[in-house]
């Protein structure tokens, strides 16, 4: 049956290249849909490989260490702001900001001090392990929209996040998490767990909050991308103008340049993805995103445990099977359900930032003129 699928799109291809010509073929939706699959998958792999590089490779020959990571927040905040604003100016799309300057920097406090947690969580605990603990932020996502927005959500939903608790709990229980470069000890292993679990409560709490804030404007998604960023950019710099960190950051970056390139390498993979997104989810809907997003966090922990040489247990690849068994079922579950009137908030970005970017959650499927991200 697939074989035959494959044959037929062939052969529709063929016909759209001999009607239309090399342009024709390029906007068919078979050529769209793998140019964002191909450059989500790519674009955020690197992304990882990245952020595990900054934040637990040594630098130089005398093996310096990078552990700024409000500075590398503020590097990835400061890119996307430029990018937004380029884009809403060639686009002749309005710059000014729509909802109220306070309204951004609450919400962008919530999200610099998740994307730090995630950052810091990787000198504690091995990359596989904040990979599938960033899985599990349906469930902050979920206590938040109840408490904050008084949201109901169904039992499916509810027994999707039970079998992704379980499946990181084994996964913690069954094998080593803690980072190479960390000391192997009890209390390291619990602070990288802390940092994680920081992570998921604010990361759920920035796209809640965020959506109840911002809920009755009429804004443009990379209006948004760019005060959220912004904001973000003058809370990082804020931060690290206080805590003394920021001219110790400078001064490492301009003694290890291979760093500030990977710094900027990282924040262009993040841009990059957060782009691409957007356009996969306006032209082609939650279900491939979610599905793509899935497979490339489970790629993502595939290539790191190859490239860092972290070794998991067979009790930790069965749970890491779980876990996105339990995502991919939910993803292709959404697709035979009936939209509902009023959208409910979905757990399917990987902020980091995850993208270490400014988008988040999914607000359903209300691609009347554009899809609105928030992160």
């Given at each position: 049956m697939e074989s035959n699928g494959f044959v037929q799109m062939y052969q529709q291809l063929q016909i759209v290249y001999s009607e239309g010509g090399s342009g024709a073929l390029l906007m068919s939706k078979p050529v769209r849909v793998m140019?964002?699959?191909?450059?989500?998958?790519?674009?955020?792999?690197?992304?990882?490989?990245?952020?595990?590089?900054?934040?637990?490779?040594?630098?130089?020959?005398?093996?310096?260490r990078f552990t700024f990571s409000v500075f590398l927040v503020l590097n990835n905040r400061t890119v996307s702001s430029i990018v937004a604003a380029l884009i809403l100016s060639v686009r002749g799309m309005p710059v000014r900001p729509v909802a109220k300057i306070w309204e951004y920097c609450a919400v962008s406090l919530s999200n610099v001090?998740?994307?730090?947690?995630?950052?810091?969580?990787?000198?504690?605990?091995s990359f596989p392990v904040q990979t599938l603990g960033k899985c599990a932020k349906m469930i902050p996502v979920m206590i938040w929209g109840t408490l904050i927005s008084r949201r109901k959500y169904t039992g499916k939903k509810y027994a999707v996040a039970l079998i992704i608790t379980v499946g990181t709990a084994a996964f913690l229980m069954g094998g080593s998490v803690v980072s190479k470069h960390a000391k192997k000890a009890k209390d390291t292993t619990m602070w990288g767990v802390a940092l994680m679990l920081g992570y998921l409560g604010f990361d759920g709490f920035t796209s809640t909050f965020q959506d109840k804030l911002f809920k009755g404007y009429q804004m443009e998604t990379y209006n948004q991308m760019l005060y959220v960023n912004l904001c973000s950019a003058c809370v990082s710099l804020f931060g690290l103008i206080t805590s003394g960190t920021l001219f110790p950051a400078i001064e490492f970056v301009s003694k290890y340049p291979t760093c500030l390139f990977d710094m900027t390498a990282l924040s262009l993979c993040a841009m990059l993805g957060q782009l691409i997104i957007l356009y996969t989810i306006k032209e082609f809907g939650a279900l491939l995103f979610a599905t793509v997003m899935t497979t490339r966090q489970f790629l993502s922990i595939l290539f790191s445990c190859f490239l860092f040489a972290h070794p998991l247990s067979a009790v930790q690849w069965g749970a890491t099977f779980i876990i996105f068994g339990a995502l991919y079922a939910e993803a292709f579950g959404k697709s035979s359900e009936k939209e509902s009137t009023k959208p409910e908030t979905e757990s399917l970005v990987d902020k980091d930032a995850e993208l270490g970017s400014n988008l988040s959650e999914l607000k359903g499927q209300r691609l009347e003129s554009e899809t609105k991200l928030y992160r």
């Amino acid at each position: 049956m697939e074989s035959n699928g494959f044959v037929q799109m062939y052969q529709q291809l063929q016909i759209v290249y001999s009607e239309g010509g090399s342009g024709a073929l390029l906007m068919s939706k078979p050529v769209r849909v793998m140019f964002c699959v191909v450059g989500i998958v790519t674009s955020l792999i690197f992304y990882g490989i990245l952020q595990e590089r900054i934040m637990t490779q040594p630098y130089g020959d005398d093996a310096g260490r990078f552990t700024f990571s409000v500075f590398l927040v503020l590097n990835n905040r400061t890119v996307s702001s430029i990018v937004a604003a380029l884009i809403l100016s060639v686009r002749g799309m309005p710059v000014r900001p729509v909802a109220k300057i306070w309204e951004y920097c609450a919400v962008s406090l919530s999200n610099v001090v998740a994307t730090t947690c995630q950052y810091e969580a990787l000198k504690y605990v091995s990359f596989p392990v904040q990979t599938l603990g960033k899985c599990a932020k349906m469930i902050p996502v979920m206590i938040w929209g109840t408490l904050i927005s008084r949201r109901k959500y169904t039992g499916k939903k509810y027994a999707v996040a039970l079998i992704i608790t379980v499946g990181t709990a084994a996964f913690l229980m069954g094998g080593s998490v803690v980072s190479k470069h960390a000391k192997k000890a009890k209390d390291t292993t619990m602070w990288g767990v802390a940092l994680m679990l920081g992570y998921l409560g604010f990361d759920g709490f920035t796209s809640t909050f965020q959506d109840k804030l911002f809920k009755g404007y009429q804004m443009e998604t990379y209006n948004q991308m760019l005060y959220v960023n912004l904001c973000s950019a003058c809370v990082s710099l804020f931060g690290l103008i206080t805590s003394g960190t920021l001219f110790p950051a400078i001064e490492f970056v301009s003694k290890y340049p291979t760093c500030l390139f990977d710094m900027t390498a990282l924040s262009l993979c993040a841009m990059l993805g957060q782009l691409i997104i957007l356009y996969t989810i306006k032209e082609f809907g939650a279900l491939l995103f979610a599905t793509v997003m899935t497979t490339r966090q489970f790629l993502s922990i595939l290539f790191s445990c190859f490239l860092f040489a972290h070794p998991l247990s067979a009790v930790q690849w069965g749970a890491t099977f779980i876990i996105f068994g339990a995502l991919y079922a939910e993803a292709f579950g959404k697709s035979s359900e009936k939209e509902s009137t009023k959208p409910e908030t979905e757990s399917l970005v990987d902020k980091d930032a995850e993208l270490g970017s400014n988008l988040s959650e999914l607000k359903g499927q209300r691609l009347e003129s554009e899809t609105k991200l928030y992160r």
